[in-house]
């Protein structure tokens, strides 16, 4: 089967929903990690991309009761419900201008009470403190829930954040689109069609966006595989997704808590077979945060051509029980992907290329591996 | 195995290496040849290798014993700094190059369980390390943990157990505990 996929992936030419499937049914997920890798070079080659930017959560309350979030407190005044003031937001950033990101990133729970001025101000506040910084803010379901809330359409809640000063749409929302998985995960938010109709109206606007899946709890590959296949005709209709972020579900602390987490291997297969199956897709990130900065690593070779970036200040995840660091400098994922033994690239939202840094002569794991005192095998040997 | 490896180990010109673990030792001039291939053929051929010679059985060792196995190769070792890549590295060339069913047992105290895990598709055979609390400290005698929807409670021990055997089977592989290391 696998020979099958790989002779498509050879000629160019469009898997199927079935390969999908074999791909993530398939045994050696070494094989698997190379024939995506064959696509992630032809597409871009040793190039591996990163950028400087910031996370925000500047609510965590939500109407929402999504099984697998750890971070969402129902209610204002709940223990540990915050909502930022914009000012202390905007503080955020202009303590960080020494070194300022070039992209913010803001997703929120979904607030009831907060008026949609609230939203505007915080965009027009970054955007006055600096003006060249990328507002990549409230993924699919948050537009879609200010969209309910103030009683406008898609398009009215895009044209005015836009005009406050919003550039790009995250993806996060996802989760599964299915909905044997959906309703059963996440029933009070916007279901599959609202999310990818949002995104549509997005980029029917100019308004590049990302998408997502969070992977690794009730689904089944036929699920994934489902989701995968909406993206990518969504995608043949629009062509406005940058990048696609496979997150693993992390069950500390919410409803799914009973669940194991899945595995780097499951990891390493996701993102895969994602490469494999989003061929209209350029990008597909290995966000560290999800996976840890090791396996992320790992994943370049597994078709990722994407670290996400910096991110400082991540939340979501840390409440769901990642043990990934709160952030990592541009030094640390330069060398990250260096000893991938690919090119870093930092690059600003829309993936135009902020600076290339040098890539390793070798990939700098043999090379340490050949500098290193040989195993005691390699004794016997000699 | 299918014939996409065949053909990313010919493709590599690393067929006389596969052949010529089959029949006898590989050289040091073909393990100088595998530290420079590519990762992901190298783990490839590893994982065959391994197959090949000790099956899909993992090994799962959670007491450390008195003194260390002369017969079996630990990674990373104490002292080493790898990163995850590495560490592959480091596995997939202990299989090649040890002895036929050569033991090459991982360390996930060291190296984390994720490593670990992937480590078991690059040619390890074995994993080792202390049964512990998600934060790395040691379970107490007794302690329990709630598991299931009802938060029914079990003791931690038999709990992390069975997390460690489900991390050996998603990788495909069987899982099976020795009481200690001998």
Known sequence: MLDAI????????????????????????????????????????????FNRNMRLEVTNVCVASCLFCSFAKLEEGSPGAHTMRAEDAWAELEARMDDPPSEIHIVNGLHPGLPFSYYEELLSGFKRIK???????????????????????????LERLRRAGLDSLPGGGAEIFHPEVRTRISHDKATADEYLEVHRVAHGLGIRTNATMLYGHIETFEHRVDHLMRLRALQDETRGLQAFIPLAFHPDGNGMRNLPAPTAVDALRTVAVSRLLLDNVPHIKAYWVSMTPEVAQIALRFGADDLDGTIVHETIYRAAGSRSPGALSVEQLVRLVQEAGRMPVERDTLYNVVREHPRASLPEAALRVRERKASKHLEVLS | MSALVDRAIHGASLDDVLAARRTGVVTAEQVERLRGADLLVLGALADRVR??????????????????EPDVVVLPQAGQELTGLDLLREVALARMS?????????????????????????GASELEGRIASKRGLPLVEGERLGVGKKSRMELAEIVKRKELEGFVRRAGRLPSFAQEVS
């Open chain 1, 6 to 49: 790989r002779s498509k992936v050879d000629r160019g030419e469009r898997l199927s929903p079935e390969d999908g499937i074999a791909l993530f049914q398939h045994p050696d997920v070494v094989a698997v990690g190379q024939l995506a890798n064959q696509v992630r070079e032809r597409l871009h080659g040793d190039r591996t991309y």
């Open chain 1, 131 to 157: 003006p060249d910084v990328h507002m990549k803010c409230f993924t699919a379901v948050e537009i879609h829930f200010f969209s309910k809330l103030y009683g406008m359409s898609y398009r009215e809640v």
């Open chain 2, 98 to 122: 040890g002895p036929r069913a050569a033991r090459v047992r991982v360390d996930w105290t060291r190296c984390g369980l994720e490593l670990a895990q992937i480590a078991l598709g690059f």
């Open chain 2, 51 to 68: 197959a090949e010679e000790v099956g899909d059985e993992v090994r799962i060792f959670t007491e450390p014993g008195p003194d260390p």
